[in-house]
């Protein structure tokens, strides 16, 4: 069950890589982005920094082997958390 998506390109977690207070970070990176959770993700304009330079390289998969086969950009992106759009 998603319960967390990330703040910079919004694909879903069963886990909160900030931990279950919201505030403990553990560095992990997105699987998706690349973005380093804790630090590309500290703050919105952060998220949005990472996420230019992300989209401006293609928008490619940090891990390519866990992208799925039907993956899609644009509907992915609308489970950015409001905050951090
Ligand atoms: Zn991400």
């Not at 279950?20 to 997105?30: E, K, N, S």
């Not at 230019?52 to 950015?80: C, M, V």
């Amino acid at each position: 069950m998603i319960i967390w998506n990330c703040r910079v390109c919004g694909l879903g977690y069963d886990e909160s890589p900030w931990g279950v207070d919201d505030r403990t970070p553990d560095f992990t990176f997105c699987e998706c982005c690349g973005a380093e959770f804790g630090y590309n993700d500290y703050s919105p304009e952060s998220a949005r920094r990472h996420r230019a330079n992300w989209l401006e390289g293609g928008a490619s998969w940090h891990y390519p082997n866990l992208k799925p086969l039907d993956w899609r950009l644009e509907p992915q992106l609308t489970f950015i958390p409001d905050r951090y759009r």
